[in-house]
Structure formats: C-alpha cells, structure tokens
C-alpha cells in the first residue's frame, strides 16, 4: 500500500493541473463533471489496488504465457486507441503540438509492445490455453456481430457519419472484451 500511495498523490495531482489547463466548457457543469468523475474513477482504481496483498520479496515472479498475451492485447489496444483519438480529435494551435505528444505516446506504446512481443517464456502453451483462447475469440466475435446488428439498427433512426477515429476506437475496445474475456476464462479455469 506504501507504494499505491504516492501514485494516486501524483495522479490527483496530474488531474487537478489538467483540469486547470483545460477551457471552460459550454454549459460549465460539463467540465466539472468530467473531472469529478476521473476523481471518482481515480478513487475506485485506487480502492480496488488497495486491496491487493502485497507480494513477497523473496519469491520470484514468473512471467508466462498468459501474461505475455494480456500485455500484448492490452499494448495493442491501448496503440489502436491512441490512433482514434489522434482522428478524432480537432487540431490544436499550433498544429505540431497534437501530432508531437500523441506521436511520442503511440511510440512508447509500441516500444512497450515489442518487448512484450519478442519477450521470451519457457510456458508451453497446453489444451487448457487453447481452449480459453478459441472461448475467448467466440465470444468476442458474438459481441461484434452483436454490435454490428445494434448498430445497423440505430443508424436506421437516427443516421450519422462513422469515421475512421470511432472505428479505430471500437476495435480498440474488441480487443480489451477479447483480453478481459480471455482472463475470466483463465481465472475460471475451464
């Protein structure tokens, strides 16, 4: 918990000095809500981390399979994200400074992508592996196709425009229920 503890500082910290840069909105109750709710966000992640136990030092972390295909999903995701919000979002002024900082995040992202890509572990992957992920993918494939047909069905009522930026971030969140899908099934042990 010592630990946690400087981190959820600096990160009501970091918050706090966003939301001071940050314009106002119009109507004003919208920035304040954002900014309550990333406290309240905050807060949760905090709390849910809190109760963790904390790790023995004298025994050795494994890094295995499993571990290797959660951080590589999640490094994925979070790049194909990265890329929708780089679309999404209008340029800034001077119009450098938005390619500049989501630039150098989305290269940080693949960097951390790679080394969990090319990391090497002695687990061999077993039937057990194979079936959560062939589990995992099926499931993830049933809420596309779900998607898809809600989606088809609200475009009928009220059209809208789709660009590249809402795709790149609903892909973005295929993989993450593919990921959290994939670890309820390991933690389920089927």
Known sequence: MNKIYPWFILSLLLTGAIWFFTPASNPDWIKNSIFIG???YLLLLFLFFSKFPTPDSNKQYYFGLT???Y?????AAMGIYCKGIWFI???TNPIWLKHLFLGIGLLILFVFFLYFV?????E???DRFYTN??????FTLIIVLISLLILSMVTFMVPFTLNAGMLLI??????????FSFFFFEKRGG
């Not at 951080?71 to 490094?75: D, E, I, N, S």
């Not at 090319?118 to 002695?122: A, E, M, S």
């Not at 609903?170 to 990921?179: N, P, Q, R, S, W």
């Open 118 to 122: 090319f990391k090497k572990v002695d």
């Open 38 to 40: 990333l406290i309240i």
């Open 133 to 138: 992920l062939a589990r995992a993918a099926s």
């Open 89 to 91: 979002t209008p340029d």
């Open 67 to 69: 571990e290797k295909l």
């Open 71 to 75: 951080t590589g999903t999640l490094m």
């Open 170 to 179: 609903y892909g973005a969140g295929m993989i993450l229920i593919f990921d």
């Open 124 to 126: 061999k992957p077993d």
